[in-house]
């Protein structure tokens, strides 16, 4: 099957950790890739060297990408760009990938919404979990899908030479107030005996504590390989779409500390088994150290069988 890939706007993290996996489950298809991201492909996998931000991303995915659907003519289309044409050669898809979208009121995101909700008239709108699906039913799109990517922790290398922490906060856009940047600041003042690491660069929004190291963004396998080398990972994101980290942190045996938010709630209800791989906070003033080392210490990882659920893919995408 030939699958055109509308990748432009996937640069780093998350986004560019789903689009490996959906190249890697389509190996043995007919792959055309636009991005400039460095992936791994097969020799019959071809790559078109296009790089996108901001609103032209939207711009491209609805007016330029269409073009190349009647260059290209595949069986199939699918954007990674969270909007997609608005006519197409083939069946098109949109991998909607960030809970902003849909959540965030600002003139901007009324703005990314519209653009996603134009392109959704002509595609089939595929979610990750189930929490995303439910939140487009809610808003009357009659055409999201649910389709899990599976999460892929098999490429890890380890090294020796990573620095541990007690307490490794899952986010590198620490500027961004969802993901409540504050919460770990409140954390490591109450424990101060811990060590906390955040990938982040040092900027204005931080908060110098001497038990607080910012350590910078690093490539997937070097954050994998950080959360093998911590004790708990932190989570503490009002919204997300899937949050990586959390499924990654479990399938390492790794516990997380996770804020309750309604997507963590879905989870649990799509993934009944994880309920006790998480401490689940309402208020960070909840969180103490004694019930971090009772929590810690009654731990258990996820079996195989469980792991295989959340490792195997369903992608929807036909």
Not at 8 to 13: E, I, L
Not at 73 to 89: A, D, E, L, R
């Amino acid at each position: 099957m030939k699958i055109l890939i509308n990748a432009t706007s996937v640069h780093t993290g998350g986004s560019l950790v789903i689009l490996q996996k959906f190249v890697n489950d389509h190996k043995s298809d007919d792959l055309i890739i636009f991005t400039k991201s460095l992936i791994n492909i097969k020799p019959h996998h071809k790559i078109v060297r296009i790089s996108t931000i901001n609103l032209f991303t939207h711009f491209f995915s609805l007016f330029i990408f269409p073009i190349f659907t009647f260059i290209y003519k595949p069986s199939v289309t699918i954007s990674f760009s969270n909007s997609g044409p608005i006519f197409c050669h083939g069946r098109s898809y949109i991998y909607l990938h960030s809970a902003n979208v849909l959540f965030r009121v600002n003139l901007k995101y009324k703005i990314l919404y519209f653009l996603f909700w134009i392109s959704s008239l002509n595609s089939i709108v595929l979610v990750q979990t189930e929490y995303m699906r439910m939140q487009l039913l809610k808003l009357k799109f009659r055409n999201a899908y649910l389709s899990w990517p599976g999460i892929d922790i098999q490429s890890i290398k380890s090294s020796s030479e990573r620095i541990s922490y007690d307490v490794l906060f899952s986010s590198s856009n620490i500027a961004d107030p969802n993901k409540n940047y504050t919460d770990l600041v409140e954390l490591s003042h109450k424990l101060p005996t811990l060590k906390f690491g955040v990938p982040s660069l040092r900027v204005n929004k931080c908060i110098d504590r001497p038990n607080i190291n910012y350590f910078g963004p690093m490539d997937h396998n070097s954050f994998l390989e950080s959360i093998q080398q911590t004790k708990l990972i932190m989570v503490s994101s009002n919204e997300e779409s899937l949050c990586l980290p959390i499924y990654e942190s479990l399938l390492l045996d790794v516990p997380v500390l996770v804020k309750g938010s309604p997507y963590v709630y879905s989870m649990i209800k799509q993934f009944p088994f994880l309920t006790d791989c998480l401490y689940i906070y309402s208020n960070i003033d909840s969180v103490s150290e004694n019930e971090i080392k009772k929590f810690l210490l009654g731990f258990k990882n996820l079996s195989n069988d469980y792991k295989k659920i959340l490792t195997v893919s369903s992608w929807a995408v036909h």
